[in-house]
């Protein structure tokens, strides 16, 4: 296809479903010490959390060098593609649309490269790549698919319970959600990806409550095109909710994953999120 879509690992893509649409994903990396691992690719969701939990550390990331996206652009270039659309995590959350911006001012011959801010993270940023991969393969222009993934910014939310705040604390990720650090004894909070950081939403008392308040946040919104639950290592969790949402919006697709080691990283284990998308009309 003449026009190509990169994404960056936190989209938390299955790699099947990144193969169907064609989308490159280039990876971020975690470390535990001094071993580097890159994201997705030398370590798995369910691996991470293990080691997460047995080692009771705080791991580090670090985003792709400009000079891999310089790379994978000339590979892309090489293959045929006359556009590509770098689609990355909130520049608010990472400076890797930083990278892919400076590789794109040096684009390969022949190639023309842009880039979008997300302005999300995880299966909201996989769900934009999603988006203009569509558009790729119908035969559409950068410009259409970053049309098609910008439409969905407003169009989706992210709410996830965590366990704890001591995650995005200890990482600098934590925003505006610093208000919900007092007083968080035997509390989970809630949060949300607002405006491309992590912003507070509220305060439950037990570990049941937010499933339940993630259920009424999916269920009272209008006009939903689909849901996404992602979790950082409660599989159950995400499975019962799956299955109550299914019960309660029966047309609606739910789809269950994980939220992947670098944004794991932050959230710490045994979170649960829920990601809504409503329907973008063909007026927008």
Same mark, same amino acid.
């Given at each position: 296809?003449?026009?190509?879509?990169?994404? /960056?690992?936190? $989209?938390?893509?299955? /790699?099947?479903?990144?193969?169907?649409?064609?989308?490159?994903?280039?990876?971020?990396?975690?470390?535990?010490?001094?071993?580097?691992?890159?994201?997705?690719?030398?370590?798995?969701?369910?691996?991470?959390?293990?080691?997460?939990?047995?080692?009771?550390?705080?791991?580090?990331?670090?985003?792709?060098?400009?000079?891999?996206?310089?790379?994978?652009?000339?590979?892309?270039?090489?293959?045929?593609?006359?556009?590509?659309?770098?689609?990355?995590?909130?520049?608010?959350?990472?400076?890797?649309?930083?990278?892919?911006?400076?590789?794109?001012?040096?684009? &390969?011959?022949?190639?023309?490269?842009?880039?979008?801010?997300?302005?999300?993270?995880?299966?909201?940023?996989?769900?934009?790549?999603?988006?203009?991969?569509?558009?790729?393969?119908?035969?559409?222009?950068?410009?259409?698919?970053?049309?098609?993934?910008?439409?969905?910014? &407003?169009?989706?939310?992210?709410?996830?319970?965590?366990?704890?705040?001591?995650?995005? *604390?200890?990482?600098? *990720?934590?925003?505006?959600?610093?208000?919900?650090?007092?007083?968080?004894?035997?509390?989970?909070?809630?949060?949300?990806?607002?405006?491309?950081?992590?912003?507070?939403?509220?305060?439950? *008392?037990?570990?049941?409550?937010?499933?339940?308040?993630?259920?009424?946040?999916?269920?009272?919104?209008?006009?939903?095109?689909?849901?996404?639950?992602?979790?950082?290592?409660?599989?159950? /969790?995400?499975?019962?909710? $799956?299955?109550?949402?299914?019960?309660?919006?029966?047309?609606?697709?739910?789809?269950?994953?994980?939220?992947?080691?670098?944004?794991?990283?932050?959230?710490? &284990?045994?979170?649960?999120?829920?990601?809504?998308?409503?329907?973008?009309?063909?007026?927008?």
């Amino acid at each position: 296809m003449a026009l190509q879509i990169v994404t /960056d690992s936190t $989209a938390d893509l299955p /790699d099947v479903v990144a193969r169907e649409l064609g989308i490159t994903v280039v990876p971020l990396t975690v470390f535990f010490g001094q071993e580097a691992l890159l994201d997705h690719v030398e370590i798995s969701s369910p691996e991470f959390y293990r080691r997460l939990v047995a080692e009771r550390g705080f791991p580090r990331t670090s985003q792709p060098s400009a000079g891999r996206f310089q790379q994978v652009y000339a590979d892309l270039a090489a293959l045929g593609a006359t556009e590509i659309l770098c689609i990355t995590i909130s520049s608010k959350l990472s400076g890797t649309l930083g990278s892919a911006r400076l590789a794109a001012s040096e684009p &390969p011959p022949g190639c023309i490269v842009y880039t979008l801010d997300s302005l999300t993270v995880s299966g909201g940023l996989g769900m934009l790549a999603r988006a203009a991969a569509e558009v790729a393969a119908g035969g559409g222009t950068a410009l259409q698919a970053a049309e098609a993934a910008s439409r969905l910014i &407003p169009r989706h939310q992210i709410t996830i319970m965590l366990d704890t705040l001591e995650y995005l *604390r200890r990482g600098g *990720r934590i925003g505006r959600a610093q208000a919900l650090v007092g007083g968080l004894l035997k509390i989970r909070p809630l949060v949300r990806i607002e405006g491309g950081e992590v912003t507070p939403l509220e305060r439950v *008392r037990t570990r049941q409550r937010g499933i339940d308040r993630l259920f009424e946040i999916v269920t009272s919104t209008a006009e939903l095109d689909r849901v996404i639950l992602e979790h950082t290592g409660c599989e159950d /969790d995400a499975a019962h909710l $799956a299955a109550r949402l299914k019960a309660a919006l029966p047309d609606v697709p739910i789809e269950v994953g994980w939220i992947g080691p670098v944004v794991g990283a932050y959230a710490g &284990p045994n979170g649960l999120g829920a990601i809504t998308i409503q329907r973008v009309s063909e007026a927008g």
